[in-house]
């Protein structure tokens, strides 16, 4: 019935995901207040901001101040968004911060057009030109996306076929630059997502591409990110995008609501309690998540950091 | 991989669990305009409140005015919570209420005394007694519930074969008594279950009492419930419990939080997009669930009536 990995490995966004979307301005030193929580709860993966057009994502203007603000940890690789040349150079400035190249593509059209102002096959070519550019920079080119993979808010359903002939032009992609696919993400970014949906694109994919791992970047707009990241772990699926508190929301994405990734607390909460181990500690995880509540001023959708979390119990009944 | 029912029933408990539990008070034109909202939107079952001690649970003092004051819909079956004779007799006076009997198990010691003030021999003998009484009132005895089923803050894990052994004694109990089990109902009182455990006791209960309809009772305390209901929708269960927006709470479960059960209008979007059928209209519980946060006076779980559904984005595109 399911196919339940041992453990698995998270990325966390909710710096990047939070800052981009909340109303702000937060404080620099809030963010980086943030993040050094985040360094030391076990996570090995921190996003922690982007390198983008500060007058389209105001609350990303300082991220090289964050990142030369944090106090590294060496088990933890920070990196940050960028969607071009000249925001992966800014990144590169950076000395600690990890820098690979990842290409995204879109199902959606308009959602390509509203997010990056480009056509389906403009994006295949700056697609190629990336790679170009990264292998002259001397960075790998590691990860494909496909965002808004399940459903979009501006053309509803994405039919699996679209998917498949996206990762099939992202293999191929791949393959006439001489290069290897580290990570497929398939992004819910609007949350149009369903544990049927999850399995029925996960199993294809896994059918096609046994050789692809895949990680999943899932939105949690109407409820359903954990049981979509259960459905995923079902699948064998290892690698999770998550954000802590439930921070974020894309801002190009026509969303209402609590619109952040799947909480990261809560899907650890989840996994250790199935027995899939995550090498982060929970409490850790909790503190960090009641800081991100006081760095945006306002509560946020993860719910164990608020109902306590079952280990506290277990360790103090009635404790609560 | 999964055996997903075509349709499912669900018993709407928003107005009982929300009341019980909100700090109040809420007036009562308030609650009976919420329950005529839910009554108009294709649920065929709804708890209206209870009776019970309002010195315990003042919130439901007005149950009776409430049961009174509703607009009957015929092709609903309201009901109300009771937990000892006196109980039901409150409810049995009220003519367009549905009431039967509903023997109660507690895995947990601690939270049966807690709840109850009762041991467990001392919970068989009032149940056996309910039975006697339900019998000499004509009131059929259908329906079974293990609370905190999955666990417990005070006890902690519950072993699955506490719980098979509670069935066994309920089963026979029902058989001593020439009374038949509708529904074995398992709550996650305490929202200690998780996708996982949810396969696990619903799958030994199928293979030993085959001919025993089950119902889930799913807290979201920790933000499994509708992971849970997934689980147990592939499971081939059809029968839940879930709450308007996601109120209430248990208040003598020792919780934090967003406490309530699984929020009735994102469990029916989740269903209504993998295809299962729940006989109600979204966009009227999506209003139910906004007329709810104007009853509490504040936000609640519920994440679909904010973010909007997804039908509404099919018919209109970027309308959100």
Redesign the interface.
């Known amino acids: 019935?399911?196919n339940?990995p041992k453990a698995i490995t998270i990325y966390e966004e909710g710096p990047r995901e939070g800052f981009q979307y909340e109303k702000g301005p937060i404080p620099t030193e809030a963010k980086i207040r943030l993040i050094d929580s985040l360094s030391v709860s076990g996570l090995r993966y921190i996003q922690i901001g982007s390198f983008v057009d500060p007058r389209r994502v105001p609350g990303m203007a300082d991220t090289e101040a964050v990142a030369h603000g944090i106090k590294i940890n060496p088990d933890v690789e920070y990196n940050a968004l960028w969607m071009n040349v000249r925001g992966m150079k800014q990144a590169l400035a950076i000395a600690h911060l990890h820098v690979d190249g990842k290409v995204r593509v879109y199902p959606s059209k308009?959602f390509l057009e509203k997010n990056l102002q480009r056509t389906s096959e403009g994006n295949r070519q700056k697609n190629v030109e990336l790679i170009a550019q990264c292998k002259a920079l001397g960075v790998p080119v590691a990860e494909a996306s496909i965002s808004s993979a399940f459903?979009c808010?501006?053309?509803?359903?994405i039919p699996l076929s679209t998917v498949m002939a996206l990762v099939d032009e992202v293999v191929e992609t791949f393959a006439e630059n001489d290069c290897t696919i580290k990570h497929l993400v398939l992004a819910d970014t609007m949350?149009?997502g369903?544990?049927?949906?999850m399995?029925r694109m996960i199993g294809a994919i896994q059918d096609k591409y046994p050789e692809i791992t895949l990680r999943m970047h899932l939105h949690?707009?109407?409820?359903?990110g954990?049981?979509n990241?259960?459905?995923a772990l079902?699948m064998g699926v290892a690698h999770f995008d998550s954000s802590i508190a439930g921070l974020g929301g894309c801002p190009f994405a026509?969303?209402?609501?609590?619109?952040g990734n799947v909480?990261t607390e809560?899907l650890v909460?989840?996994c250790h309690?199935?027995?899939v181990e995550t090498g982060t500690d929970l409490d850790a995880l909790v503190e960090s998540s009641m800081i991100a509540r006081e760095v945006v001023g306002h509560d946020l959708p993860?719910?164990?950091a608020?109902?306590?979390t079952?280990s506290a119990?277990?360790r103090k009944?009635?404790g609560?």
Chains 1, 2 share one sequence.
């Open positions: 019935m399911s339940l308009t459903g808010n501006f053309e509803g359903e949350a149009w369903t544990p049927v949906a399995q949690d707009t109407r409820g359903l954990l049981a990241a259960y459905a079902s026509a969303h209402r609501g609590a619109a909480c809560d909460a989840m309690e199935i027995g993860g719910r164990v608020i109902a306590g079952l119990l277990r009944p009635r609560c």
